[in-house]
């Protein structure tokens, strides 16, 4: 414990929480989209367990660092001449599922299925499944967040340390981003489509043993930022005209 208190330790500590904070941004969007399919009621204890999962996930995942490196790489199936290891098998699946999650919250928005009304039973039910979905893809990003800090940091104490203060972090902006998203429909159809650009590109990630490629992020953060930008000034625009419509 006493590496949090080095000079070293405190600056691996607060660039491990930034970059973890950024790596979770993708996440961040997917659970405030689902958040936003629950009860209202149900959002806080959503948000808390998805806290408290990803903090025991990742610890876990960091407890177990020694049997991650040592089996990351490990071959688990081949396909023709192509390897593939743990790392690529949970890129291929978590890109998959984001995917099919993305597009099917797109064709749920387009077609209007906002209004219709469960009963308690129902709606205990879909709670669970919608937690289900943001634990498992949650397990998706977690992998990919924890290979950074393997390479970022020397000593455990501060890779859990640094998760856990991220994910305090995001629990609170996962409300406001939410609320936000749920205020402006364009603005959700875009974080979906956000989705569908970072599934496919951990589907990319899965197929590397084969193309020997890869998209770096840094380009796909930055077309998200331009987007999110450019809807801004559409948002403002909008506002100013129906102001004026008001006075006149």
Request: hydrophobic share 55%; glycine share 8%.
């Amino acid at each position: 414990m006493e590496e949090l208190l080095t000079l070293q330790g405190i600056i691996a500590l607060l660039t491990l929480t930034t970059l973890e904070i950024a790596l979770g941004i993708d996440n961040v969007i997917f659970v405030s989209i689902i958040l936003g399919r629950m009860p209202e009621e149900k959002r806080l204890n959503a948000r808390r367990i998805w806290m408290v999962g990803g903090i025991a996930l990742r610890s876990a995942l960091l407890l177990g660092l020694g049997w991650l490196v040592a089996n990351g790489e490990n071959e688990l199936f081949h396909v023709a001449s192509f390897s593939f290891n743990l790392r690529n098998t949970i890129m291929l699946a978590g890109g998959l599922f984001l995917l099919y999650k993305a597009v099917k919250e797109i064709h749920h928005k387009v077609e209007g299925g906002d209004g219709v009304r469960q009963g308690p039973a129902k709606a205990a039910g879909s709670f669970a499944a919608l937690m289900g979905q943001i634990l498992v893809i949650d397990a998706v990003f977690s992998f990919d967040s924890i290979v950074t800090a393997i390479g970022l940091a020397k000593h455990v104490e501060v890779m859990i340390a640094a998760v856990v203060i991220a994910m305090i972090v995001m629990f609170f902006f996962a409300q406001r981003i939410s609320g936000f998203i749920e205020q402006h429909p364009t603005l959700k159809m875009l974080a979906l489509s956000f989705l569908v650009l970072v599934g496919f590109m951990l589907f990319f990630e899965g197929l590397e043993p084969v193309h020997e490629s890869h998209i770096p992020k840094g380009y796909a953060y930055f077309a998200m930022a331009f987007s999110f930008v450019v809807e801004l000034l559409n948002m403002r625009v909008r506002r100013h005209h129906q102001q004026r419509k008001a006075a006149a």
